[in-house]
């Protein structure tokens, strides 16, 4: 949870100083990941129904992410400005790092209830994420336009949103809420 929490500022921060909207989208995914595991460590000794209302809350979060990634994605395109390569690959291996070493912690909990399998969602799409940015940066550098960063950012928020989508399916399968 604390490292997701100080990647998720580096990330902001680094996207900022590269003009990257896909490591910008990354970065937030950072920041759902760390309320996650808050979340996930506060209802862990809850009932199933608590736990299931829990992650209703983060798939309801996780899709206001990605739409919050869409709006960016949307704004970086109508208002170009060449992203740094560089900049964008050494923050992505550092995010990257940091990433595995949480799905390998949480892939033996991946299944179970709702609660687990977001948790192991949101770590899955980081890491994801991470490989995309490093592949934006490559089509940065080899095309010199913003297209495959906005291209990236644009996946990564529908990763989120698809995320949110099982994460509230599951949640509400679990009570069987209507």
């Known amino acids: 949870m604390v490292a997701n929490a100080v990647m998720f500022v580096v990330q902001m921060i680094a996207s900022y100083a590269a003009h990257s909207v896909s490591l910008l989208a990354n970065s937030a995914d950072f920041f759902s990941d760390a309320a996650n595991y808050g ?3 506060y209802v862990l000794n809850l009932s199933l129904r608590q736990k299931a209302k829990a992650s ?6 996780l899709g206001l992410v990605g739409l919050w990634v869409a709006f960016e994605t949307l704004h970086h395109s ?3 400005e060449l992203p740094e390569p560089l900049l964008m690959v050494i923050i992505s291996v550092v995010a990257l790092a940091v ?3 949480c799905a390998v912690l949480l892939y033996k909990y ?3 209830d709702s609660n687990r399998e977001s948790a192991w969602i949101c770590s899955r799409n980081d890491a994801i994420g991470n490989i995309a940015v490093m592949i934006a940066a490559t089509g940065v550098f080899a095309s010199n336009t913003i297209w495959p960063d906005i291209i990236v950012a644009a996946i990564l928020g529908w990763l989120s949103v698809t995320g ?4 509230i399916i599951a949640a509400k399968n679990e009570v ?3």
Request: hydrophobic letters at 45%.
């Open 110 to 112: 991946r299944g179970g």
């Open 164 to 167: 949110a989508w099982r994460i």
């Open 78 to 80: 109508l208002q170009p």
């Open 39 to 41: 979340i996930s460590l």
């Open 176 to 178: 069987n809420w209507r």
């Open 56 to 61: 209703l809350f983060k798939g309801i979060s």
């Open 99 to 101: 990433n595995v070493g």
